[in-house]
């Protein structure tokens, strides 16, 4: 089974629409994170969690919020979907216990297209 | 400004053709620069952490180098399987956010038998 899952993987949506993609991970990994990307803008990081209780802004999170439910599970939800935020949605975890500084492990994505 | 540049931003090449990727970084207080690949529709796959100038690590047909200022990804007669979108990040001494990754834009590598 894969450490780190997403789902759906595939949303079709109408703008304005409230929308919710969740990841869990089975790595046991403190830090959790979601990206979005898009063809020639690479990832770039939504918001970030370090544990349950800490949430932070990434550098794109308006109109986006999240929730951590738990350590092994990480939410992200946009309120009311608009065109541009079709993308490709990567959650990935990292590990406290080996350092701040290490590599992050990527969950398959979601793929959003909002009408 | 902490950026990461990747070129060329494609590359293609012969089966057994060996050659570079390149990734350079500008960063306050680099912490270490990650290679991942990425092949298409799918979730990046870590390949290789390099923490300080000098260093180097090899996978296979793969190696990767760290200066102070770039890294690079060595592919070494490459094979079809090998063709993928190539990333590189840094992460470094943001403010707060310590362990956050800066992604480059990648490099599309296509090897044709």
């Known amino acids: 089974d894969a450490d780190v899952t997403q789902t759906p993987r595939n949303r079709i949506t109408k703008t304005g629409k409230r929308i919710m993609l969740e990841c869990s991970q089975t790595?046991?990994?403190?830090?959790m994170y979601w990206y979005r990307q898009d063809p020639g803008l690479g990832l770039r990081l939504i918001y970030y969690?370090?544990?349950?209780?800490?949430?932070n802004k990434g550098e794109i999170s308006d109109g986006y919020s999240v929730s951590r439910q738990a350590q092994a599970k990480f939410s992200l939800s946009l309120e009311s979907a608009i065109p541009n935020q079709t993308a490709l949605y990567f959650c990935?975890?990292?590990?406290?216990?080996?350092?701040?500084?290490?590599?992050?492990?990527f969950g398959p994505g979601t793929r959003l297209t909002v009408l | 400004e902490d950026q990461v540049t990747q070129s060329p931003e494609a590359l293609r090449l012969q089966e057994g053709e060996s050659s570079s990727l390149n990734c350079s970084y500008t960063v306050s207080g680099l912490r270490g620069l990650f290679w991942y690949r990425q092949d298409p529709g799918k979730g990046p796959e870590f390949l290789f952490t390099?923490?300080?100038a000098g260093e180097e690590k090899e996978k296979e047909r793969l190696k990767a180098t760290l200066t102070k200022k770039e890294s690079f990804l060595h592919i070494t007669a490459p094979k079809p399987e090998d063709s993928a979108t190539y990333l590189c990040a840094v992460t470094g001494n943001y403010g707060g956010s310590q362990g956050n990754l800066i992604f480059g834009k990648g490099t599309k590598l296509s090897v044709k038998p």
């Open positions: 390099l923490y300080s």
């Open positions: 990935a975890t990292s590990d406290l216990r080996e350092g701040p500084w290490n590599e992050q492990f």
């Open positions: 969690s370090f544990d349950v209780k800490d949430i």
């Open positions: 790595k046991g990994h403190d830090r």
